[in-house]
T-cell receptor, first 115, second 111 residues
Framework: ETGVTQTPRHLVMGMTNKKSLKCEQH?????MYWYKQSAKKPLELMFV???????ENNSVPSRFSPECPNSSHLFLHLHTLQPEDSALYLC??????????????FGDGTRLSIL | SQQGEEDPQALSIQEGENATMNCSYK?????LQWYRQNSGRGLVHLIL?????REKHSGRLRVTLDTSKKSSSLLITASRAADTASYFC???????????FGKGTMLLVSP
């Protein structure tokens, strides 16, 4: 139990569907992250939220839309995805420290498959 | 461009042997972190070493950092089958507020 819970664990969707990924952290952290992990590629940072405010958008296509209603919850809304978007989507959280990056705590991810 | 890069890409050893993985990076860093990922799971933080530190230990893990060579190594001593996983280094580049991960080293420890 890492303190970061992601649902669903697996998701299969068609290119025209709309779905959402959910992440919840019980660690009292104030920074949350979405990453994309594809085979044979480094982990790609997608979005960062600090104290509910988006502070990083790493040139992510608009078909991915994040939402952070509070410091404990993070969503990733998906619509009209492409086959190349099939990947493991990981959520992470960490304490916010202006001096340096603190260790991040990851959920077990959502395995997304686009048909 | 990719900041951290692990070497080797894959490593296969027997239980009881030591495993060494290396990480090279390109720009100045504040700190370097190592993570482990078991198949089908998220990443788990192992150890953080700051740019002014040269060596750090945690249980069977030993991490070294050479900022002049822009490289780090992770040594797992007396490996166990349960150490089978992918290992990633992540750098916190000076002037940036996010971590950059490498592609990882896949470690297989056979009983």
């Amino acid at each position: 139990e890492t303190g970061v819970t992601q649902t669903p664990r697996h998701l299969v969707m068609g290119m025209t569907n709309k779905k959402s990924l959910k992440c919840e952290q019980h660690l009292g952290h104030n920074a949350m992250y979405w990453y994309k992990q594809s085979a044979k590629k480094p982990l790609e940072l997608m979005f960062v939220y600090n104290f509910k405010e988006q502070t990083e958008n790493n040139s992510v296509p608009s078909r991915f839309s994040p939402e952070c209603p509070n410091s404990s919850h993070l969503f990733l809304h998906l619509h009209t995805l492409q086959p190349e978007d099939s990947a493991l989507y990981l959520c992470a959280s960490s304490p916010r420290d202006r001096g340096s990056i603190q260790p991040q705590h990851f959920g077990d991810g959502t395995r997304l498959s686009i048909l | 461009s990719q900041q951290g890069e692990e070497d080797p890409q894959a490593l296969s050893i027997q239980e009881g042997e030591n495993a060494t993985m290396n990480c090279s990076y390109k720009t100045s860093i504040n700190n370097l972190q190592w993570y482990r990922q078991n198949s089908g799971r998220g990443l788990v933080h192992l150890i953080l070493i700051r740019s002014n530190e040269r060596e750090k230990h945690s249980g069977r893990l030993r991490v070294t950092l050479d900022t002049s060579k822009k490289s780090s190594s992770l040594l797992i001593t007396a490996s166990r089958a349960a150490d089978t996983a992918s290992y990633f280094c992540a750098t916190d580049a000076a002037g940036y507020s996010t971590l950059t991960f490498g592609k990882g080293t896949m470690l297989l420890v056979s009983p």
